[in-house]
């Protein structure tokens, strides 16, 4: 099977602008999350998409949205970017059900924001 | 609420010598734990996961964990450790609904030759 992919892999962005980062799921898989990672902060979680529907969500400002659709595939968007906002976003998929299924990761998008 | 804690930031051993990363968790329902592995510009690869049944788990690369629910911890050991091991580790504990994972802030393997 073919891993979690993510596009773009990097990305340079000007303070203000908006971005859209996406992830394409393991085959099968239902479940898909978001992650912030930055050297200060750890790997903060965004929120989880699981059958077209946010079921959980992290503690970031409404800056910060996402989309999942009904072939699983996720984006993830940026508005009025800061340049606090630079950071690793990691996209990991599951199969959601039961709980505690392993997440499964993407290599990642590198923001930076200038 | 669900929540780990990676005691040590940093650690440093030598080739061949005993890997122990620690990790503490908290739970306010049977835990689901996790240790991931990441390299420089690479995304998270799981290394090993306990839900239920054997305490002791055996991962990838001869990294096993073993879950003490009396302590709470779920630290991580390799008997000899390899250059290649020099990595970032992080623990995880599965929330109690949907599929949110929280993460430790991770500890950085070094390995000295």
């Known amino acids: 099977k073919a891993g979690v992919t993510q596009t773009p892999r990097y990305l340079i962005k000007t303070r203000g602008q908006q971005v859209t980062l996406s992830c394409s799921p393991i085959?099968?898989?239902?479940?898909v999350s978001w992650y912030q990672q930055t050297p200060g902060q750890g790997l903060q979680f965004l929120f989880e998409?699981?059958?077209?529907?946010?079921?959980n969500k992290g503690n970031f400002p409404g800056r910060f949205s996402g989309r999942q659709f009904s072939n699983s595939r996720s984006e993830m968007n940026v508005s009025t970017l800061e340049l606090g906002d630079s950071a690793l976003y990691l996209c990991?998929?599951?199969?959601?059900?039961?709980?505690?299924?392993?997440?499964?990761f993407g290599p990642g998008t590198r923001l930076t924001v200038l | 609420a669900q929540s780990v804690t990676q005691l040590g930031s940093h650690v440093s051993v030598s080739e061949g010598a005993l890997v122990l990363l620690r990790c503490n968790y908290s739970?306010?329902?049977?835990?689901?734990l996790f240790w991931y592995v990441q390299y420089p510009n690479q995304g998270l690869q799981l290394l090993l996961k306990?839900?239920?049944?054997?305490?002791l788990v055996k991962g990838i690369n001869g990294f096993e964990a073993e879950f003490k629910k009396s302590e709470t911890s779920f630290h991580l050991t390799k008997p000899s450790a390899h250059m290649s091991d020099a990595a970032e580790y992080f623990c995880?504990?599965?929330?109690?609904?949907?599929?949110?994972?929280?993460f430790g802030t991770g500890t950085s393997l070094t390995v000295i030759p």
């Open positions: 990991a998929s599951s199969l959601g059900t039961p709980r505690g299924n392993e997440q499964f």
């Open positions: 085959s099968g898989h239902r479940s």
């Open positions: 998409y699981f059958s077209e529907t946010q079921r």
């Open positions: 739970s306010s329902v049977p835990p689901y």
């Open positions: 306990y839900t239920t049944g054997a305490t």
């Open positions: 995880a504990v599965s929330g109690n609904t949907g599929n949110q994972f929280y």
